[in-house]
């Protein structure tokens, strides 16, 4: 099997975010980036597929130099090849959905993963613009998924449960949390992955489709009020929030 | 502007966040004087759909199809594509639900469309449409603008006002519904509902544990009082690592973002992430032995104090109040 892990390198989730010069983005500095936590179940569900199967994962990401850093930890957890698209300006999903697809055409994967979404931006919409730009089948939001062949049984969290969702490969899904459990990079593979070549690939520019005009942080709270410090203080409460803020 | 709504239904109900959208589309249309079409996709859908006058819509469309009683990825991406070329919408709005989230980015896709994912405001400036949307699990919001003739926006749920119905109802004209086998590519064949569970996401109000509960066992006075209220039960993250509880559960930056009426936070300290997750609900209250957790800086309300005294008693209270 071929299987394509698409990867992004973003803040970690314990980041304190400010807001940077231009008003758009986040201020950058000092902040630690490591690979999407939703990604590492992408690559995780590859390495397994590829375990049983036989076959290559290749990790991809789009993105500047520091990218490499993400790809290398996805070829310390056992990834055959990784690429760079390599493109330090901004781009919108659809932009980075386009420079995917077409990377990935030129692979004819079995499969594409990705995590349900990147933390920073929140879209969850780069890996079924892939999959509509590759005319391929895409289920979203995977907590557990058999292959049989061509054929897939994915389910897929949904409001209050789960969808069993039937497809063919080759498809593309999105990972969530609870679909495997991310293998540790070993000490060899971690050492390995130094030395390991990342490919390098400038994707063609694509017209952006939506800006970013402000970012903003939101507004902060007023202190609220500490109605007590023991059982007593509960009658006031529901007062409160009966009379005050009317929500029960 | 032309205003198609993808007014999502589930077992022939249809979802809160519809009607939101459906509201929110008729407010649109009003600004820029054009007009709100909502369509509705599925099997039997009719009677469903004809309620939707009442939250605003000028007309309701139906894809009623045997082979859309199940929810198919490519067939209502395709579908939703199809009706907004062929009544030259200028927008598509639907709920950022499961649902919406999946099949939203493939319609924006097919409709060559700017797509903003899971907005908390939507408003018209000198006759465009500027939508407001979080990111990074709602650390900060950025306002988008989408350079498209068509643009497709998601609504977050529980956000939009759906108000209440005027009473009115239309006739769904049925537009017509012509799949191939490739179109159905992706088909759902069943789903297996957490009996009875109302999820985070679309709440009205959460009642969250945190690690401070000391043990799984615990959770069941979080569960009583949720259900008292007709709520959710939500978890922090380390309650989820801890296998306490459901992964679906999860409230932050790495689980469910949440905007409820009625947020209670117990045993919840307040991590970022967490903070992230759920600081846009619009009242929330703390319940927490540690006067310095950072959970009191978001909450209106806060009781320093042992939960496991308070929870069973806030419980007893709201019954009293709610005469149950």
Do not use: W
């Given at each position: 099997m071929k299987l394509i892990a698409c990867i992004n390198h973003v803040p970690d989730t314990a980041t304190r975010v400010s807001i940077g010069a231009d008003g758009k983005s986040i201020d950058r500095t000092g902040v630690t980036f490591v690979l999407n936590p939703y990604d590492e179940f992408a690559v995780e569900q590859c390495l397994r597929l590829k375990e049983k199967n036989g076959g290559e994962v290749i990790a991809v990401s789009l993105g500047g130099d520091a990218h490499k850093e993400t790809l290398r930890k996805a070829l310390a957890m056992g990834v055959d090849k990784a690429v760079l698209l390599k493109d330090d300006s901004p781009r919108d999903s659809f932009a980075v959905a386009h420079a995917l697809a077409e990377y990935a055409k030129a692979q004819s994967p079995d499969a594409i993963f990705f995590g349900k979404q990147s933390v920073d931006a929140d879209d969850a919409a780069v890996g079924p613009m892939v999959a509509e730009l590759l005319g391929m089948p895409s289920v979203t939001v995977?907590?557990?998924?058999?292959?049989?062949?061509?054929?897939?049984?994915?389910?897929?969290?949904?409001?209050?449960?789960?969808?069993?969702?039937?497809?063919?490969?080759?498809?593309?899904?999105?990972?969530?949390?609870?679909?495997?459990?991310?293998?540790?990079?070993?000490?060899?593979?971690?050492?390995?992955?130094?030395?390991?070549?990342?490919?390098?690939?400038?994707?063609?520019?694509?017209?952006?489709?939506?800006?970013?005009?402000?970012?903003?942080?939101?507004?902060?709270?007023?202190?609220?009020?500490?109605?007590?410090?023991d059982v007593s203080a509960v009658p006031e409460l529901v007062r409160l929030l009966h009379e005050e803020a009317r929500v029960i | 502007m032309k205003i198609l709504i993808f007014a999502e239904q589930r077992d022939l109900q249809l979802k809160k966040h519809a009607l939101e959208a459906v509201r929110t589309g008729r407010a649109l249309a009003d600004q820029t004087g054009g007009e709100a079409v909502a369509l509705v996709i599925g099997q039997g859908v009719k009677n469903s759909a004809a309620t939707l006058a009442g939250f605003g819509a000028h007309r309701v469309l139906i894809a009623d199809d045997a082979k859309l009683a199940a929810y198919s990825t490519t067939a209502y991406a395709k579908i939703i594509a199809d009706?907004?070329?062929?009544?030259?919408?200028?927008?598509?709005?639907?709920?950022?639900?499961?649902?919406?989230?999946?099949?939203?980015?493939?319609?924006?896709?097919?409709?060559?469309?700017?797509?903003?994912?899971?907005?908390?405001?939507?408003?018209?400036?000198?006759?465009?449409?500027?939508?407001?949307?979080?990111?990074?699990?709602?650390?900060?919001?950025?306002?988008?603008?989408?350079?498209?003739?068509?643009k497709v926006l998601t609504l977050r749920p529980n956000v939009f006002s759906a108000g209440t119905s005027s009473g009115a109802t239309a006739t769904p004209a049925p537009v017509s519904v012509a799949l191939t086998d490739a179109d159905l590519a992706t088909v759902v064949t069943g789903t297996s509902k957490s009996a009875g569970k109302m999820d985070v996401a679309e709440a009205d109000i959460i009642v969250t544990g945190g690690r401070g509960l000391k043990g799984p066992e615990n959770f069941g006075m979080i569960e009583e009082l949720a259900g008292v209220l007709g709520g959710a039960v939500g978890a922090s993250r380390a309650v989820v690592d801890a296998g306490w509880r459901p992964h679906e559960e999860q409230v932050g930056q790495t689980g469910k973002t949440v905007s409820p009426s009625l947020y209670i936070a117990v045993a919840v300290s307040g991590a970022i992430q967490h903070l992230a997750g759920m600081s846009s609900s619009k009242y929330i209250?703390?319940?927490?032995?540690?006067?310095?957790?950072?959970?009191?800086?978001?909450?209106?309300?806060?009781?320093?104090?042992?939960?496991?005294?308070?929870?069973?008693?806030?419980?007893?209270?709201?019954?009293?109040?709610?005469?149950?």
């Open positions: 995977v907590v557990k998924m058999d292959v049989n062949g061509t054929d897939v049984v994915a389910e897929r969290e949904i409001e209050g449960g789960r969808e069993v969702v039937a497809t063919k490969l080759p498809a593309v899904f999105t990972a969530q949390k609870g679909l495997n459990e991310p293998r540790y990079p070993s000490l060899k593979g971690i050492m390995a992955a130094k030395s390991k070549l990342i490919e390098e690939i400038a994707p063609a520019a694509v017209p952006a489709r939506v800006q970013v005009t402000a970012m903003r942080k939101p507004a902060s709270k007023n202190p609220g009020k500490i109605v007590g410090t | 009706v907004a070329n062929a009544e030259h919408a200028d927008v598509v709005l639907m709920g950022a639900s499961a649902m919406g989230k999946d099949c939203a980015p493939r319609a924006a896709v097919r409709l060559e469309a700017g797509l903003a994912s899971d907005c908390i405001a939507c408003t018209v400036e000198n006759g465009e449409i500027v939508a407001t949307r979080p990111v990074y699990a709602g650390k900060a919001l950025t306002d988008i603008r989408i350079s498209t003739a068509v209250v703390a319940i927490n032995k540690d006067k310095d957790a950072p959970i009191f800086q978001v909450a209106d309300y806060g009781i320093v104090g042992d939960a496991f005294e308070i929870v069973p008693a806030l419980t007893q209270e709201t019954k009293k109040l709610l005469g149950k």
